[in-house]
């Protein structure tokens, strides 16, 4: 079983910056790729981007040059620092696990709010 805490979401202005935090336990944090997803109202869920347990990284076109997914084995948190932030980034972002030997993303946190307005 795997749990999974988010933080660092809020307010912030286009343009500007913020650092989510996933901080996972309950298992053995290099057995899994994690990844960050997000949820605007209205919208579907959607992968903004992924980290294996080797650094391997993937973006959604997006957020790429803008996003930087990471990961410390040492803390089992994996981290997504966000810049040049846009309105449309505006959702509730989730951290997932998935299984190296899985296709499923099977462990969701509750979910951090990010706001981009003026």
């Known amino acids: 079983q795997v749990q999974l805490v988010e933080s660092g979401g809020g307010l912030v202005q286009p343009g500007g910056s913020l650092r989510l935090s996933c901080a996972a336990s309950g298992t053995i944090f290099n057995l899994y790729y994690m990844g960050w997803f997000r949820q605007a109202p209205g919208k579907q869920r959607e992968l903004v981007a992924t980290i294996s347990s080797a650094g391997t990284t993937n973006y959604a076109d997006s957020v790429k040059g803008r996003f930087t997914i990471s990961r410390t084995g040492a803390k089992n948190t994996v981290y997504l620092r966000m810049t040049s932030l846009k309105p449309e980034d505006t959702a509730v972002y989730y951290c997932?696990?998935?299984?190296?030997?899985?296709?499923?993303?099977?462990?969701w946190g509750q979910g951090t709010q990010v706001t981009v307005s003026s």
């Open positions: 997932s696990a998935r299984r190296f030997d899985s296709a499923e993303w099977s462990y």
